[in-house]
């Protein structure tokens, strides 16, 4: 059967990358396909809300870039909590440059995001050249690393379609030992691509961000569906959550961040096992 169709746990005993792998795993403990956008700019909101959200999700996704005290010790704290409290961290960094370029942003300047996250993305507009770039740091290190391309994105009017998503799909099934899924809004078999090729053995993941239960987008092109129309009707695997969970105010509630981190996990796991068959 098609990835989709399968258990998180099935999946997690057979795909050959590392961090896949852990992601698959985690999800299937923890019973959570829920990752959580820590879109906030101080490090004091920053872990507030991943320490609220840790017991609810399996992955956490940052834009380091924004928190005006970043310091070295953010992310010596962040990979002891992805530790303690059993989850992976995705820097959403969305690299779009040459390969010798985007290899240094990754491993080096400020952030050496390479040695931290587990996950990061990259926009497929340079070509292949981009995943060599970043695969020559992410597989050199003894680590969990992966890469996921971004296949479609989630706003109003983004040229993310049609032969382009086509032609991403294409550059991950030649890297497959580095590129572990997609940044999507539906699982690609669902918009033609499968069965045009021979690849049986293929288990991409499908992370899908504009994700919300109470609105339907905000006043700057974001647009929002539901768990069930990403899991269950479009297959996509994890679903990512910023501001549904984290709210728009200035002050972080950590009770009402813990509720609704505990209703989006509840929501997508509903949605994950009304789909599975095995
Ligand atoms: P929101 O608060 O749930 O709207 O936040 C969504 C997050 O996902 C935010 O960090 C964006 O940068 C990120 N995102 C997105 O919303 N849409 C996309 O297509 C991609 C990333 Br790619």
Redesign the pocket.
């Known amino acids: 059967p098609a990835p989709h169709l399968q258990s998180y746990k099935n999946r997690a005993a057979k795909h050959s990358n590392p961090a896949a792998r852990a992601l698959l795993r985690c999800m299937e403990a923890k019973k959570s396909n829920l990752a959580v ?1 820590v ?1 906030v700019t101080t490090t004091k909101d920053f872990f507030d809300i991943i320490e609220a959200v840790a017991p609810y999700v399996c992955l956490i ?1 940052t ?1 380091v870039d924004i928190l005006e005290d970043w310091n070295p010790g953010v992310t010596t704290r962040l990979q002891h909590l992805s530790r303690e409290h059993n989850f992976l961290i995705f820097e ?1 960094r ?1 690299f779009a440059d040459i390969g010798n370029t985007v290899a240094l942003q990754y491993s080096s300047g400020l952030y050496k995001i390479s040695s931290w996250a587990h996950i990061v ?1 990259a926009h497929p507009v340079p070509g292949p050249s981009i995943i060599t770039g970043l695969a020559s740091v992410g597989m050199k290190l003894q680590e969990e690393r992966g890469l996921l391309l ?1 296949a ?4 109003k009017g ?1 040229l ?1 379609i049609g032969s382009y998503t086509v032609e991403a799909v294409r550059m991950a099934r030649e890297h497959r030992d580095f590129v572990i899924g997609f ?1 999507a ?1 539906h699982r690609m078999e669902s918009i033609g691509l499968s069965g045009t090729d021979d690849v049986v053995d293929e288990d991409f993941l499908i992370l899908a ?4 239960l109470d609105s339907k987008g ?1 006043a700057m092109g ?1 647009q ?1 569906r539901t768990p069930t129309e990403v899991v269950t009707q479009c297959g996509c695997d994890v679903i ?7 709210g ?1 105010g200035r002050d972080i509630d950590a009770e009402k961040v813990k509720e609704q981190a505990r209703r989006y996990q509840t929501a997508g796991w509903e949605a994950y096992e009304k789909r599975i068959v095995t």
């Open positions: 956008s879109d996704k834009h959403d969305k993305n971004l479609e994105m989630s706003t983004a993310t940044i809004q961000p504009g994700v919300g905000d974001q929002y990512i959550v910023g501001r549904g969970i984290i728009i």
